[in-house]
């Protein structure tokens, strides 16, 4: 069975970085594009950040400069650094794993950005 973990999250205060965490798991083959969405207060929605299993990146404009995703192929594992976080990165953060075109999710860890 396919899980998705995700770690990290939490209360910053503006201008701080957080570091989230995913990893996948459950299959003996490779995980394909991996990356985070978020779902805001206001139930907006957004592709935050996806990198594809070759190291393709690509950010929301939202984001861009500012946060970073990373991947381990061997661990299945991705990862989002976030600098410079603002109130407006307050969100739940959905990781997703493609595997034969079909995302798994994971449960979203809480971020949020207050003074």
């Known amino acids: 069975q396919v899980r998705v973990m995700e770690s990290g999250g939490g209360l910053v205060q503006p201008g701080g970085s957080l570091r989230l965490s995913c990893r996948a798991s459950?299959?003996?083959?490779?995980?394909?594009?991996m990356g985070w969405y978020r779902r805001t207060p206001g139930d907006q929605r957004e592709l935050v950040s996806s990198?594809?299993?070759?190291?393709?990146?690509t950010y929301a404009d939202s984001v861009k400069g500012r946060f970073t995703i990373s991947r381990d192929n061997a661990k299945n594992t991705v990862y989002l650094q976030m600098n410079n976080l603002k109130p407006e990165d307050t969100a739940i953060y959905y990781c997703?794993?493609?595997?034969?075109?079909?995302?798994?999710w994971g449960q979203g860890p809480q971020v949020t950005v207050s003074s």
């Open positions: 990198i594809t299993n070759g190291g393709t990146t």
């Open positions: 459950g299959s003996r083959f490779s995980f394909g594009t």
């Open positions: 997703h794993a493609y595997l034969y075109s079909q995302p798994h």
